[in-house]
């Protein structure tokens, strides 16, 4: 008998009790998609020419295009505050999107689509979103998790001749139905139950479902055509415990008998639509079923599978988008507004704010990228995109959230010219859906990272399923060797695989120090804890926080590389390092909750070397500011996707900062007069060039001015 035959035998029993349970739910989210550069950091051997191997994000002729004219088009067509007024995009705006294919940007060009990768997608959704959200939303939910995905994927050859081409132009505009009042972030467990049946129907008989449900919280419902509805279906012919046959999606068009739709949620107030939808005993014959009757039963492992793109896409565009439009508002409102005889942005309380947003948006940012390019290279990332989706919308939260502090009585000020108002009430938004970021945390990030990207876990729970315990004592072998080299780079030396930059190589040995510690860490806890950890949130939570913090680390060298930009050197260096910094801290955070004193004290010899003490001093946090501040590039390399609304207060600030351009030697002494003279006029006066002085003066009191209502 071989060393592994008898290992496996030996450890069969114990690691069968062990291991967690794994339900069809669970396996089918487990087996979707792929492992990228994700699994050689919970390795412990992250590879930088791997990492380098991706290449640069790509835009064809045909995106670049689109993004230059038509995605400007529409940016110069949205009102912020008088969508948000009207609750609706403007007629004009509708027209326009459906006549410029927005809704059919996945849908290949051999059906009607424009046929657009997954980097240009998310631009298109990125750049609506910093003028106007609802109308990003609008765009981003058809190009998302829905129909168009699913058929694309499983739909039958006449589903996808009659549907794809009517939903890239916009004839159909679809909605998909599938959280429910008694299952929302549970999305497995839907009530909504289908009853295998027969109807006659134009003389013959026809196979189908006859389908009760209620779901809720479903974006653009009140104006959709076509509904996507993922329901139980069940065969009650069938014998007991048989007659589940599994989550099935299908298209049920608007109106269908029994279906009510139309009424509408206000999420926030905000102008998207979304609303329920509710059935009692619609009949959806065998054909409305995506797939056809093969498919039913295989809607779950449908919706997993097609969630890697969606949720590494759209939810991340619009925290992207809060990012880039915060920074530019803080960083432009500080050079514009004085106050005791300064621009505020001079304050070292407001620089470290700016500087902050700066840095989080670079390391987030280079992350959505990254993953874009990984998509684009044909991988399905499912566990970058949960990563994705809680560090994007959150860092977009803190960045409206900081922006709102330096705006102050400005920011608070309802109305056409108030800057960051209406992202600040839809920042919770993106938080909460397509799974709220308290359970992607706690839950899904190392929850399924432990076993998706594990070199050997996943190996041994297929073994013990398998009874295969030639298998299982191969895994553990190879666990163990895993295990001793993990501790080996932790506490002595962690080796930098490949060639990273030569500007970032000192970041690099780091990344690569924790990244051995959290993979260690992650054995240890997991043979600590077994089937328990799943439970201990907190802990799961700590141990995805630092896999995050290293995705984004590292997809700042990546960033770094591609872009090949020295001036953003400060900013690539800083990024890495606070990213770092949280997960170091985190780790400590972690052992010192352990349930094991012995690793509890051996916490200070494992971790060695993963912790800074300073990650950003304050005088790099200052000169970071300053960079910003005087450097237009900078921004202009933080904030690409921003883009020039129709009218209001973020036209405004880049109106006033682009003409602040000429005058910019000459701000102190216009300022100074303009506080002497009170008059925008005589303060210009005495410029080299009083009217470009004038101009200026002008939109920066547009700036500064806010909106007053008739009582």
């Known amino acids: 008998m071989t060393l592994s035959a008898l290992l496996g035998r030996v450890a069969y029993g114990p690691f069968s009790k062990a291991l967690p349970a794994m339900g069809d739910t669970e396996r089918a989210a487990l087996e979707a998609g792929s492992v990228g550069f994700e699994g050689e950091l919970f390795a412990g051997r992250p590879n930088w020419d791997a990492l380098r191997s991706r290449g640069a994000n790509r835009l064809t002729p045909a995106e670049q295009a689109f993004l230059d004219h038509e995605v400007r088009s529409l940016t110069a067509m949205l009102d912020d505050f008088a969508i948000d007024e009207a609750r609706d995009l403007p007629p004009e705006v509708w027209r326009y999107l459906r006549e410029k294919k927005f809704f059919g940007m996945i849908i290949p060009a051999a059906y009607g689509g424009l046929g657009f990768g997954h980097f240009a997608h998310a631009a298109v959704v990125t750049r609506i979103a910093t003028v106007n959200v609802a109308a990003a939303v609008t765009v981003m939910v058809p190009n998302s998790l829905g129909p168009a995905e699913l058929l694309l994927r499983y739909g039958t050859d006449s589903q996808k001749a009659h549907f794809l081409p009517r939903l890239a132009d916009g004839r159909e505009l679809p909605c998909f139905g599938l959280t429910s009042p008694y299952a929302g972030s549970d999305a497995a467990s839907i009530p909504d139950t289908g009853v295998l049946c027969e109807r006659e129907i134009d003389g013959r008989r026809v196979r189908g479902f006859e389908v009760s449900f209620d779901k809720r919280y479903i974006t653009l419902a009140p104006v959709a055509t076509v509904v996507g509805l993922a329901f139980q279906a069940v065969d009650r012919s069938r014998p007991e415990g048989e007659q589940p046959l599994g989550i099935t999606c299908a298209l049920i068009p608007v109106p269908t ?77 500080g050079r514009i507004r004085e106050q005791f005889g300064l621009p505020i942005g ?36 499912s566990l970058a995109g949960a990563i994705l989706k809680v560090q994007l919308t959150e860092a977009g939260r803190r960045a409206v959230t900081d922006g709102m502090d330096i705006l102050g009585g400005k920011g608070i000020i309802r109305g056409p010219k108030n800057l960051l108002g209406v992202a600040y009430r839809h920042a919770p938004i993106a938080i909460t859906v397509e799974g709220a970021n308290l359970l992607t945390r706690a839950l899904i990030i190392f929850g399924q990272g432990a076993v998706r990207c594990h070199p050997y876990v996943l190996a041994e729970m297929k073994a013990v399923a398998e009874h295969d315990e030639r298998a299982l004592g191969a895994a553990l072998l190879g666990h163990g060797g895993h295990v001793l080299r993990n501790l080996w780079r932790s506490v002595a030396w962690a080796p930098v695989r490949g060639t990273p930059p030569a500007d970032l190589r000192r970041e690099a040995a780091m990344i690569a120090r924790l990244s051995a510690a959290f993979g260690l860490t992650a054995d240890l806890a997991m043979g600590l804890l077994g089937g328990k950890l799943k439970r201990l949130e907190l802990l799961s939570a700590r141990l995805g926080d630092v896999l995050s913090a290293l995705y ?100 405004d600030l880049m109106q006033a900062i682009e003409l602040s351009r000429a005058v910019a030697d000459e701000w102190p002494a216009l300022n100074k007069a303009l506080r002497r003279t009170r008059s925008l006029e005589q303060a210009a006066a005495g410029a080299r060039d009083p009217a470009a002085a004038l101009a200026y003066l002008r939109a920066a009191d547009r700036v500064i001015q806010v909106d007053d209502f008739a009582p």
């Open 257 to 333: 008998a029994g279906m009510t739709i139309g009424r509408r949620h206000l999420p926030m107030n905000s102008a998207f639509m979304n609303g329920p939808i509710r059935g009692d005993k619609v009949f959806v014959p065998m054909d409305w079923v995506i797939g056809g009757e093969a498919q039913v039963g295989q809607g779950w492992r449908m919706l997993m599978e097609s969630l890697a793109a969606g949720r590494s896409i759209s939810l991340p565009a619009l925290g992207a988008a809060m990012q880039q439009a915060s920074l530019y508002v803080a960083n432009g409102y």
């Open 346 to 381: 001079r304050f070292h309380a407001v620089a470290a704010l700016v500087s902050r947003m700066a840095v989080d948006l670079y390391a987030s940012d280079a992350a959505r990228r990254y993953t874009a390019a990984a998509l684009d290279a044909g991988e399905q990332p």
């Open 552 to 651: 984004l680390a590292s997809a700042a060298v990546w960033r770094y590389q591609v872009e090949a930009d020295p001036k953003m050197l400060p900013f690539a260096q800083a990024a890495i390092r606070v990213q770092l910094a949280r997960g170091a801290d985190t780790l400590h955070e972690l052992y010192a909750n352990l349930p094991s004193r012995a690793l509890r004290c051996a916490a200070p010899l494992l971790l060695r070397g993963t912790r800074q003490r300073r990650p950003l001093k304050d005088r790099h946090v200052l000169e970071l500011a300053d960079l910003l501040r005087d450097d237009p590039a900078v921004i202009a390399r933080l904030c690409p996707d921003l883009s020039m609304p129709k009218s209001g207060g973020l036209r």
